[in-house]
């Protein structure tokens, strides 16, 4: 089991939700194998990229089937230099909103682990975790300031939002918002990283992220499953409900509106065309598919919270 803290009612007083004696076997079993996966396979963009090299001004930042305007009139108007510059903007606003949500996820994995049992595979694999993503941060840093020298953030009300989530969001919520955003970008990045289209230095971004990825979605699945034994219908509705939001809030949010000025597009016709983009929408459930399968297999996908994956076009 994890380590869940809730507010102590003194100040000087910390409470546990569950005790660590009763360390689930199977995360236990789980961590265990991805702290050797991690020894084994870690990698590191800042060691292993030469981030010096020019840029080939005939790749593009992402596939062009996974740009946001891909099979839009807009796109079609577009000249191929316009479009290559499009596709790094759009995946530089991805990357610096992966940062965003890559830093909510760090500080709820600290809270999730704080006080916990050291000697736990658990526990140091949550830590094996922090210090990927802020490698991984410092790696999507690195490349949005060489392809394109902008960063994105969200919106201030949603980074407002963020905010409160990481501190309200515990346990499955916890651990299925994680998730969402590493399912989400997983089936792009995949995609993207063997496509010779793109950038070579992107590909790598992209392979070491799918790569470190993979495990963390394994560990996130555990500890939701975990989560998830004997809790009672009220519970699970709401977590259900608030994982959905938190998902509509990230895949929104991963390509902000100035991606496409900055690109020199006009930002509201882009806008508009993206929103009405069948062929984005599908993309973006194709990438979904297994965590929609997931949060099926473990009730949290209920009629409330489909509302929220249909907004965003996951489902």
Known sequence: MT?????????????RLHDRSRTDQGTEQVSERLLKSAARLSRNAMTEIDWSLPMDPTK???????SSLYGTDYWNELTEEQR??????????????GIWFEMILQEMVLQDQYVGDY???????????IADECRHSLMFAKASEKMVGTSYHPHPKVARMGKYFKLAAKKEVAYAG?????????????????DDRVLPFIRTVNEIHVLEESRHMKYAREQVRDSM?????????????????GAYLIVSSLIQPQAYADAGLDRSRAYAEREANAHFHSMIRSSCAHLMEFLDEVGLLTKASMKWYRKAHMI
């Open 3 to 15: 380590a869940a803290m809730e507010r102590p009612e003194s100040d000087h007083t910390v409470v």
């Open 60 to 66: 593009y930042g992402c596939s062009p089937e996974w």
């Open 84 to 97: 290559i510059r499009l596709t790094r903007h759009e995946f530089a606003s991805i990357m610096n909103i």
């Open 119 to 129: 000697h736990s595979a658990e526990f140091q694999f949550a830590l094996i975790e």
């Open 178 to 194: 994680i998730l969402v955003a590493e399912e989400v970008l997983d089936v792009f990045q995949r995609g993207c990283m063997r």
């Open 229 to 245: 034994q004997g809790i009672g219908r009220v519970r699970r509705e709401s977590s259900a409900l608030a994982v959905s939001l």
